[in-house]
Nanobody
Framework: QVQLVESGGALVQPGGSLRLSCAVSGFSSSTSWMTWFRQAPGKGLEWVAFIRERGHFDPIFYGDSAKGRFTIARDDAANTLYLELGSLKPEDTGLYYC??????????WGQGTQVTVSS
């Protein structure tokens, strides 16, 4: 049974940082594309970052809003996906989801974790 369980969301001040985790079970994340999405209040779903399966020469891509501030990483031994959020802005507020699949083809979703950036 495939499960994706996100954690790490919190209320943080502008300029702060957070690390989101996505615990994966039912498959090995190292053999799958994995994507982080977010949804801001009142807005559509936006892909933030994705990582391709182990072995790809160029495995990581970031959306425009994430470039230079966020880092996607994977711990294959722990079967866990991470998203490090830095230099956070109020517009980064939203529900963050991890997903199995590419940004345009998702097989499974997690339940999401809330990130709120506010002073």
């Amino acid at each position: 049974q495939v499960q994706l369980v996100e954690s790490g969301g919190a209320l943080v001040q502008p300029g702060g940082s957070l690390r989101l985790s996505c615990a994966v079970s039912g498959f090995s994340s190292s053999t799958s594309w994995m994507t982080w999405f977010r949804q801001a209040p009142g807005k559509g779903l936006e892909w933030v970052a994705f990582i391709r399966e182990r072995g790809h020469f160029d495995p990581i891509f970031y959306g425009d809003s994430a470039k230079g501030r966020f880092t996607i990483a994977r711990d294959d031994a722990a079967n866990t996906l991470y998203l490090e959020l830095g230099s956070l802005k109020p517009e980064d507020t939203g529900l963050y989801y991890c997903a199995k699949g590419a940004p345009n083809v998702v097989d499974y979703w997690g339940q999401g974790t809330q990130v709120t950036v506010s002073s």
